[in-house]
């Protein structure tokens, strides 16, 4: 359970005892001791599952790896007519400009991947329950808006693969009953991939989707501070004696941070041996390379119309995959309510076999995707 | 020049030495560190009367023995093999001017091992002085081991000017010492030895997360991590020196991959010593915050992720290090394709084919590939041919060898591949045999490539 | 916290510890920030490098005619070369001395003129004549060889 327990009034007097005037100057002006009173106060419970507490923060210093990296890139980038020459330039002209991009591309698969894993392991331990709903709900917008980020800086290199990709990755929504035609042309600025497409997802990249994502991340980190790390039903039933938890501050932070360190080695790592390269400009005329495809976290929407059309072939088979999406996507938002804390816990385990069943289903549709090309 | 070229699908034959090769450095450079580890942390415990310290201690002990004593042997003998099989010709002429090195080495290595077995089996069964002898004999002679092959993979970047004036001459034995101290001898003694220093302690800290009780776990931990703390002022000073003593084409290797990762611009030694520069500031920091101010909280895992930081900082600084002796495996005397600088002369007006034992046992163009190409490149695989020549068609490729047989000084390829050796007919038969490789073979292309292996 | 073991070391050697550290930890991050200031600083270290050219040749093409004038770029300034009516050939740097804009020929008034404040300069000597600037604009030394122009520094 929670152990948020506000400080005294003359709690900040005791944090700068041991560091004398300058914290006190600053304290009396800026009440920043009330704060690391309440870190103090603070405890994560320790458990089998503990592991799990860590994703939401490694999602966190990705998200803070791309903040930083895509506003250097932002000295280079130049959106429109220019974009393949402007990447072209970072990649193999402007000193580091490789690693910088390279770490950008890795962090956002690594980001997407991370906020997956943070939130099928909050499903799976149930950490939707009252009180967190808006947690649940905000986090599943966030998830939304990463897959947006993703999808809308995957065409900013405007090379072949970038092209043809979102050519492709297009024609998921233009499958939405009523959506295609106007909207679709709204999306891209025209009729086809183009200039104005790039212009117009670079505006959505690099502003508008911040502007939503940062109060929204704001508002998902204020629920969990002021909420605490949720015990997993299993957990919860032990006796009190039986459970154990470490302080956050420094015990918890300090491994945090240690994660944090780890996942920015693997990042580096990953762009510094595995650097992004840059294919050939993109060019309407040419024909799509075989086996193009979008990237990894799309690819199990994409297998599933794909499946789908083929069993069901035409507008219909476009309906049923569509309807499918949004029947998961539903589920997923209805969750809170529909798995409260109940005395026999059967919704509880029939929303685990389905949270099983979403999970088998995006990573066996997403093999098979790749098998399929 | 003796053998066609070892062909290995994938990976090449050169990374069948590079995963031997780092799997024994992390090991081997963890027997001469944790050696004196060891002896100091009984010293420390004898004279301090700590019998749960003197536990620890057994225990790390035979962790210690069984990882070195098999693993580290193992992998010993099988550079052995690797470079035997990859490149006969640099092995023959290491051969040849250090046996009386390796014999020592030899020596050294059997009264280690030993050493370390009887430390080990004879622990409460011989009086405490004579246990501490044996600890300190396997210090020494472990770090005798070490002085020894630093001269010799030294000696490959920077052979000194008095052995090389000898090259080649039959002479070379008469400047052993010069070429066994030669000019990056010291800046690489001291670079190892505080790596040796550092893994030490990476390794201890696997069995020191594991102790039971928090005090004395805390206590084992923080002593074992000040074996990381002396590197991370003085590496980055050794760094330096190193650098000044190693040769220009290196030095400019290292920075050529700073402003582009262009495909065939050979980039990998400046990723390489960023790889090492973050994983080393990683292993500092966890160290730190965790393993000296936390270490209640410091578990196995922990440990585990410091040791495959190591491996990777050990791993991409070795890579780099062969790297920078490109495009020779013996500076200024032995090209990485066997090639003796000497003979270049002599191979261009008779034809490479001719000193090859296997001039009849295929077409020439291919003799000339496996022999010239294939110490470094695989044809699908590691550097791969089909990819790095794509999209040239044959004038582009025979425009290509041409470079690489007169090497201009606006070449970019001089500073790291060998010059292509031949007759003009020979030359041309490689052209025809890559055409036909990239142009006309089955193989499928790949279009776009997302990412440079 | 920190951990209840620090009774091993005195507050002095504790305190040297975390300054050294911290010295430590702020060498690394200065490290691992140079390729960030590597990357946002190679515009600038590559426009030095270019303006260390000596000599630019104007391309026959662009050359003027008798009483016109051309820009072009000397490494990365603009410049200005002129073929005065009487068949002369002069060129300066076309960087206005005042605040900075690009000065243009006025070939019926015969003069060089900053279109930011008004300022004048000679058209044979680059000398101010009126108008704010405080001096006069470098002139480049030019060579003329069977139809070929190579404008060098002075």
């Known amino acids: 359970m929670a152990t948020s327990s506000f400080p005294g009034p003359d709690a900040g007097a005791r944090v700068c005892d041991e560091r004398g005037g300058f914290c006190r100057w600053i304290d009396e002006r800026l009440g920043v001791s009330a704060l690391v009173e309440l870190a103090r106060h603070k405890s994560v419970p320790q458990h089998k599952h503990s592991f799990w507490y860590y994703w939401g923060g490694i999602s966190l210093l990705f998200f803070i790896v791309q903040l930083f990296t895509g506003i250097l890139l932002l000295s280079y ?56 709903e808006f947690g649940w709900w905000s986090g599943l917008m966030l998830l939304g808006v990463v897959m947006l980020f993703g999808f809308s800086g ?62 929204l991340l704001g508002f998902h980190l204020y629920l969990v501070q002021k909420h605490g790390n949720a015990v997993p039903p299993g957990e919860a039933a032990r006796p009190e004696s039986g459970r154990r938890t470490i302080p956050f501050f420094p015990n918890f932070l300090a491994q945090d941070l240690a994660m944090w360190l780890i996942a920015l080695n693997v990042v580096t790592i990953l762009a510094t041996l595995f650097p992004w390269d840059l294919g050939k400009p993109a060019d309407p005329l040419a024909s799509a390379p075989a086996g193009i495809h979008p990237e990894w976290y799309f690819m199990s929407q994409f297998q599933l119309l794909k499946v789908v059309g083929r069993w069901i072939p035409g507008y219909l088979g476009e309906i049923t995959g569509v309807t499918l999406f949004g029947a998961v ?41 790749y098998a399929a090309l | 020049m003796n053998y066609p070229t070892w062909d290995v699908p994938i990976i090449g034959s050169v990374w069948v030495i590079g995963l031997i090769a780092i799997f024994h450095v992390m090991i081997s450079q963890f027997a001469v560190g944790g050696g004196l580890y060891l002896a100091l942390a009984e010293l420390k415990a004898r004279r301090e009367g700590r019998l749960d310290w003197m536990e620890v201690i057994r225990r790390h002990s035979k962790f210690f023995l069984v990882v ?79 002085v020894i092959i630093n001269g010799i993979l030294s000696f490959m970047l920077t052979p000194g000017s008095a052995w090389l004036s000898v090259a080649g001459t039959g002479q070379e034995a008469s400047r052993f010492w010069q070429a066994f101290f030669n000019p990056t001898y010291w800046p690489s003694l001291a670079l190892r030895s505080l790596v040796c220093s550092s893994l030490a302690g990476v390794w201890a800290l696997i069995t020191a997360s594991q102790i039971e009780g928090p005090a004395l776990k805390a206590e084992v931990l923080r002593w074992s991590t000040r074996w990381l703390m002396p590197s991370f002022v003085l590496m980055p000073l050794a760094f330096l020196w190193y650098l000044s003593a190693v040769p220009e084409n290196s030095r400019h290797l290292m920075q050529s991959g700073v402003s582009t990762i262009g495909s065939g611009l050979f980039t990998q030694v400046t990723r390489a010593i960023l790889v090492t520069g973050m994983t080393s500031a990683t292993i500092l920091a966890i160290v ?43 500076s200024e005397y032995i090209y990485s394709d066997g090639v003796r600088r000497s003979q270049l002369a002599g191979l261009n007006q008779v034809g490479y084919s001719t000193a090859s034992p296997w001039k009849n046992a295929m077409p020439e163009g291919e003799l000339m590939f496996r022999g010239q190409c294939m110490n470094c490149h695989t044809v699908d695989g590691y550097r791969s041919m089909r990819r790095l020549m794509n999209g040239r068609d044959r004038k582009a490729i025979g425009n290509m060898l041409t470079v690489l047989h007169e090497t201009p000084d606006s070449s970019p390829y001089k500073h790291f591949m060998p010059p292509l050796a031949g007759t003009k007919p020979e030359i041309e038969a490689l052209g025809d045999y890559l055409d036909n490789l990239v142009n006309k073979s089955p193989a499928v292309v790949v279009q776009y490539s997302k990412v440079t292996p | ?90 060129a300066f740097d076309a960087v206005c001395t ?26 044979r000597s680059g000398d101010v004549v009126a108008g704010p600037p405080p001096r006069g604009l470098k002139p480049y030394h030019v060579e003329v060889s069977d139809g070929h122009v190579i404008v060098s520094r002075a």
């Open chain 1, 154 to 215: 995957y065409l900013l290199p405007m090379d072949l693969l970038a092209y043809f990709a979102t050519k492709v990755g297009l024609q998921i929504p233009s499958s939405i009953p009523g959506v295609s035609g106007l909207v679709s042309d709204l999306i891209r600025g025209g009729e086809q991939v183009g200039e104005a497409t790039v212009q117009r997802f670079f505006a959505l990249h690099a502003v508008i989707l911040p502007m939503i994502f940062l109060p």
């Open chain 1, 329 to 369: 996507t539903v589920f997923l938002a209805l969750i809170p309510l529909f798995d409260p804390q109940t005395k026999t816990g059967n919704r509880g385990r029939l929303t685990a076999w389905l949270g099983a069943l979403i999970l088998g289903g995006m990573i066996v549709l997403t093999i098979w995707g």
């Open chain 2, 288 to 330: 730190y915050f965790l393993a000296w101010r936390n270490p209640r909280d410091f578990n196995l895992g922990h440990a585990i992720s410091v040791l495959f930081l190591a491996l990777a900082a050990t791993g991409a600084t070795e890579h780099a290090r062969e790297m920078i002796r490109k495009p020779f495996t013996v």
């Open chain 3, 98 to 123: 005042h605040l900075g804009c690009t000065v243009g020929y006025q070939p019926d008034k015969h003069r060089i003129f900053c279109p930011c404040h008004g300022g004048t300069y000679d058209a």
């Open chain 2, 68 to 146: 070195t004593g098999v693993f580290g042997t193992v992998s010993g003998v099988g550079i052995w093999f690797a470079i035997g099989l990859a490149s006969p010709e640099s092995t023959s002429a290491l051969i040849h001017n250090f046996v009386f090195g390796w014999a020592m080495e030899w020596c050294f290595f059997l009264v280690e091992i030993a050493t370390a077995t009887v430390y080990y089996y004879t622990w409460d069964r011989v009086d405490p002085k004579t246990h501490q002898n044996l600890a300190w004999l396997y210090a020494g002679t472990s770090f005798c081991t070490l």
């Open chain 1, 77 to 132: 980038y130049r959106p429109g007519k220019e974009a393949y020459d402007s990447v072209r330039q970072i990649t193999y002209d402007v000193d580091f400009g490789w690693l910088i991009r390279s770490a950008h591309s890795w962090s956002a698969n690594l980001m997407v991947f991370a906020v997956f894993t943070h939130m099928f392991s909050v499903l799976f331990m149930k950490a939707y329950r009252k009180p967190r």
């Open chain 3, 1 to 90: 916290m920190p951990d209840s073991t620090t009774t091993m070391q005195t507050p002095q050697r504790r305190d040297l510890l975390q300054i050294g550290m911290g010295a430590m930890a702020a060498c690394y991050a200065a490290a691992l920030g140079y390729p960030v200031y590597r990357y946002l600083a190679t515009p600038a270290v590559r426009s030095r490098l270019e303006s260390e050219i000596t000599s630019v040749a104007i391309p026959q093409n662009h050359l003027p005619d008798a009483g016109a004038a051309t820009m072009f770029l000397f490494g990365t300034r603009p410049a200005m070369l002129i073929h005065h009516n009487d068949g002369t050939w002069v």
